[in-house]
């Protein structure tokens, strides 16, 4: 069956770091977009960085820009979210997703990031 698992979530000071991992089982994985999303207590979930299928193109929300990094690895299957300056603002559960056209979408559970000092 289709898993998505992330992991790396934890409490970090602001202006600390941390990678969050995803690894994917169950589908093909290098067919697919990958992104990561964040989503904090009533506000919708927030797309903050994606990556093609095959890793050639990235895009990334405003607020993270210069800051977050995304990339995958299709031969472990896994997708990666560095995160280096981290703001109080960032704190959020963060979901990976794997996309392949309109009606191929699968989320993971999420992982916690708390960035409080």
């Known amino acids: 069956q289709v898993q998505l698992v992330e992991s790396g979530g934890g409490l970090v000071q602001p202006g600390g770091s941390l990678r969050l991992s995803c690894a994917a089982s169950?589908?093909?994985?290098?067919?697919?977009?990958m992104s990561w999303y964040r989503q904090t207590p009533g506000k919708e979930r927030e797309l903050v960085a994606r990556?093609?299928?095959?890793?050639?193109?990235?895009n990334y929300a405003d607020s993270v820009k210069g800051r977050f990094g995304i990339s995958r690895d299709n031969a472990k299957k896994m997708v990666y979210l560095q995160m280096n300056s981290l703001k109080p603002g960032d704190t959020a559960v963060y979901y990976c997703?794997?996309?392949?056209?309109?009606?191929?979408?699968?989320w993971g559970q999420g992982t916690q990031v708390t960035v409080s000092s």
């Open positions: 169950g589908f093909t994985f290098s067919l697919y977009a």
């Open positions: 990556i093609g299928s095959l890793g050639g193109s990235t």
């Open positions: 997703n794997a996309v392949n056209g309109p009606t191929r979408s699968y």
